[in-house]
């Protein structure tokens, strides 16, 4: 029961991937218009910045890991069969 609950929490395929980054990039952008009101000038604006990159830095990341884990998975069969 534990491993089908835990399953719930694995990105499976791109487009779970792609509503993660999604969420991650709306939360950014509302976290920069705070920092916007906080920092206002060139330092809120650098913050703002700051966190959409980090966004964009995780997406890639995610959808790499995707990758290479359908590469190794192809890999795996190839062993086996």
């Given amino acids: ?3 089908k609950f835990s399953r719930l929490f694995v ?9 993660i980054i999604y969420a ?7 976290r ?3 920092y916007l009101s906080q920092y206002p ?6 913050l ?3 966190s959409c990159l980090a966004v964009f830095m ?5 959808m790499d890991a995707m990758k290479y884990e359908r590469e190794a998975k192809a890999a795996a069969v190839e062993v086996e069969g």
Avoid: D, H, T
Avoid at 24 to 30: D, E, H, P, V
Avoid at 41 to 46: D, E, H, T
């Fill in 11 to 19: 990105i499976k395929n791109r487009f779970e991937a792609s509503a």
């Fill in 1 to 3: 029961m534990l491993r």
């Fill in 48 to 50: 703002f910045l700051a």
């Fill in 58 to 62: 995780a997406g890639a990341k995610i």
């Fill in 32 to 34: 920069g218009q705070i």
């Fill in 24 to 30: 991650l990039a709306l939360g950014s952008a509302q």
């Fill in 41 to 46: 000038g060139f330092g809120g604006k650098l």
